[in-house]
Structures are given as C-alpha cells and as structure tokens.
T-cell receptor, first 112, second 115 residues
Framework: RKEVEQDPGPFNVPEGATVAFNCTYS??????FFWYRQDCRKEPKLLMS???SGNEDGRFTAQLNRASQYISLLIRDSKLSDSATYLC?????????????FGQGTELSVKP | DTEVTQTPKHLVMGMTNKKSLKCEQH?????MYWYKQKAKKPPELMFV???????INESVPSRFSPECPNSSLLNLHLHALQPEDSALYLC??????????????FGEGSWLTVV
C-alpha cells in the first residue's frame, strides 16, 4: 500500500463546478498535512496546510479526518486558472520529520 | 514567486561530465532538501540537510553528491550520470529541520538532460 494515495484523475470539469479531491495516508502518526499545487513544468507550490478542525481559504476548503486517515480538498466555483495537478502531501515525524511524502497527484482540467 | 533560487534552470550534460546544481535561500531557513521529479510523477526525496548536516539520504546513488557549504547554500554535484537520471531537480527549504511542521518551499527547479 502506498503511503499517500490520491484519486487517480484526471478530473475534467466546466468552469463554475465544484470538485473534490480525496487522499488517504497510511501512517497514523503523521502530524502535518498539506495540499500543493503544481502547474505544468513548474515547481510545487503550497496551496494550503490542512488542520484538524478543517480550514478554508476563499474557494478552497481542506478537511482532515485523523480517525479515517483521510484528507480532502474542495474547490468551489472552479476557474480556468485552477487547472493544475494537486498533490496531497503528508509530512513525516520524528527522525523522518523532514520527509515530505507525496501522493501521485490528481490532474484537474477546468474547461470553459 | 519563490525565494529559493536554483541555477542553472536547464542543464544538458554527457555521461562523463561533472556538473553541479546550485540552490540558495536567504529566508534564514535551517533545513534544505533535494528532490527529483520525473514526468507525470510526484517529487521524490533525495537528501535532507538540517542545520547544515546531512540528515536524510534516501539511498541515492553515489553519482549524486550533495554539499551544504553554509546555511544558505545547497549544491548537488553530478558525475557519471545515466540518461535515466534526466529529470527536474527541485531544491526546497523550510524554517526548521526535522520533526517540525514547517512549510517546505520549493525552488523553480533545474531541468537536467543526460545525453
């Protein structure tokens, strides 16, 4: 089983749609969770950290369910500029605390 | 815009060449990282430096040799690479080192082609 698993995608949605990405992680002791966005041929950029209480940033909402080891990202009112690959990222702990563990990424394509 | 600067942006090298990738950050971050990313794949961790000491080496072949001259600089020395080493090499940094939840910031990457 992969340490971080994401929906395979690609997701093709019209502008204005709501889209949800799901992610599961295998290590119950993981402490830090993130969603990164990566545009084609660019570096990954932090979209948002994910907190236990859930958090929202404009059109983006992230949720964490520690009991189920499940992370989600909801994008409302999709824009063309949201087209990118979304990477679910879990940060190791202890001696592996410097290690970011990436999911395979889910490609999103927002169409006019 | 990223505050982690990588040079060169593009590098083509032969299998017998020796070259280096460079990374610099002036955010006062004490952890720096090298990742390798192949097309359509997520980044894979290669090395982590924490407070200028090598903390994690993900069993990377010795043809890749990291160096951290000071807290702002991270190099990746390349020697006798193989064509399958062609990839995007990403440098990253974070405020603290291991066992912290600090965000990791990536540079724009160096595109490496081995011919």
């Amino acid at each position: 089983r992969k340490e971080v698993e994401q929906d395979p995608g690609p997701f093709n949605v019209p502008e204005g749609a709501t889209v949800a990405f799901n992610c599961t992680y295998s290590n119950s002791a993981s402490q830090s969770f993130f969603w990164y966005r990566q545009d084609c041929r660019k570096e990954p950029k932090l979209l948002m950290s994910v907190y236990s209480s859930g958090n929202e940033d404009g059109r983006f909402t992230a949720q964490l369910n520690r009991a189920s080891q499940y992370i989600s990202l909801l994008i409302r009112d999709s824009k063309l500029s949201d087209s990118a690959t979304y990477l679910c990222v879990v940060k190791g702990f202890g001696n592996q605390g410097g290690k970011l563990i990436f999911g395979q990424g889910t490609e999103l394509s927002v169409k006019p | 815009d990223t505050e982690v600067t990588q040079t060169p942006k593009h590098l083509v090298m032969g299998m017998t060449n020796k070259k280096s990738l460079k990374c610099e950050q002036h955010m006062g971050h004490r952890a720096m990282y090298w990742y390798k990313q192949k097309a359509k794949k997520p980044p894979e961790l290669m090395f982590v430096y924490s407070y200028e000491k090598l903390s994690i080496n993900e069993s990377v072949p010795s043809r890749f040799s990291p160096e951290c001259p000071n807290s702002s600089l991270l190099n990746l020395h390349l020697h006798a690479l193989q064509p399958e080493d062609s990839a995007l090499y990403l440098c990253a940094s974070s405020r603290e080192g291991l066992a912290s939840g600090n965000t990791i910031y990536f540079g724009e990457g160096s595109w490496l082609t081995v011919v």
